[in-house]
């Protein structure tokens, strides 16, 4: 039910798959609700302990039938989604249809690594169904993620600088002293005409004549690391 | 057959999907050696036509039996693998063992916007396998892919830069005049300290501290960004 968004919202909870993602979501501070391990999964009893969880050993079917992946890595746990966050005074990217979950786990694996907030909004993919968490290798428990009804409102009403991503003809990116605002449309169509008439500036990174385009995962990327404050001189 | 490496390697023959690619291919030069469509695919005869080519009508099912996808899109096209490239004296990337076939194409897709060859070794994945082939959403057929059994020996021999990318400790990316050839080792383990060791520098994205890394991808394609001569100043 959880591999579902409506299971999600209704449960409240999410899975979370794997070592990696689970270490980290402890790291992290992230109280599971149930923790489904195989019988020889040393690591992820060691770190229960230590913790204080209680974990429940299953076959390696039963944690396949648990899981939204034919050949799950043990743990397979529930958490609670965290409550949405507000949009805030910071860098935050806009992903306005960004709907491959691969390319929404992508972006905020690299948001939580260049210090960007992520707002996602219209049909870009749920960030918290277990696909996205899988791509994203664990960032999620670090990233300061907003789920936005009107993210141009929120963002003017802010004062950010609103920046407008183009595959061509927008300017080189760079940056004022606010904070930006930047968006991202979607991997077929780009950003719509309304949302480009609402940019204070549109950006474009300088490719090869002839290329179409970049993954909308990578493109994302290199705007955020270009314009994050630290890197503007690379 | 073609779904698996050694059979390409036997028929010298791989397979490519859906329209996009398919004009793309067409575009580039390259000539099919079978065009399979549904019936109602007029955009695909259409391309045919104008390159007198005959396309074979076929059904959905057989359409996805030639296909390696459960559902592809019309047109499936086998086209001849090109002979292998050497490397030459410009930028190139060079893949130790990148496993994954959707990062080697998304990495292909960006170094041809960037301008970068790109040779692959190792346990890289087959660059002209399906699944990279469409990552890489028809960039292969203006990129320049060179498979080398001892990359950094050509590098050497051709005066290259060698320079190794590393998750931390490593300089901000910078160039010297001579073209590079950068190194970028495994999802999981990176590069081998026998690589490092042959390096003549060391480069780090700056990140947030706490984060692991980024996706083998964006990372590649964030220094080529950074490190193609044009983009020298963003």
């Known amino acids: 039910m959880l591999h579902r968004s409506r299971g999600r919202r209704m449960a409240g909870l999410t899975l979370v798959e794997g070592p990696k993602v689970f270490s980290r979501m402890v790291v992290m501070g992230v109280v599971p609700e149930t923790v489904l391990m195989i019988e020889d999964d040393d690591a992820t009893s ?5 913790r204080g969880w209680d974990p429940v050993v299953v076959s390696r079917e039963v944690l396949a039938a648990a899981s939204d992946t034919v050949h799950p890595r043990s743990p397979v746990v529930t958490i609670p989604i965290p409550g949405s966050s507000a949009m805030r005074e910071r860098d935050t990217l806009l992903l306005m249809d960004i709907s491959d979950p691969g390319n929404v786990g ?6 939580a690594a260049f210090c960007w907030d992520v707002s996602t909004s219209g049909t870009t993919a749920d960030p918290w169904s277990p696909k996205v968490i899988r791509a994203a290798a664990g960032s999620h428990f670090g990233a300061h993620l907003v789920t936005s009804s009107d993210p ?52 474009s ?15 994302a990327s290199i705007f955020m690391y270009i314009l994050a404050s630290k890197n503007k001189a690379p």
């Open 205 to 219: 990174l300088s490719m090869d004549e002839g290329v179409e385009s970049l993954n909308a995962g990578v493109a």
């Open 106 to 111: 992508t972006i905020i694996r690299s948001a």
């Open 152 to 203: 141009m409102d929120e963002a003017r009403s802010l004062g950010l600088d609103i920046v407008a991503t183009v595959v061509a003809g927008g300017d080189q990116p760079t940056r004022t002293r606010r904070p930006i605002a930047l968006m991202i449309g979607s991997e077929a169509h780009g950003l719509s005409q309304e949302n480009l008439g609402e940019a204070d500036q549109r950006v």
């Open 46 to 50: 060691a770190l229960c302990r230590t």
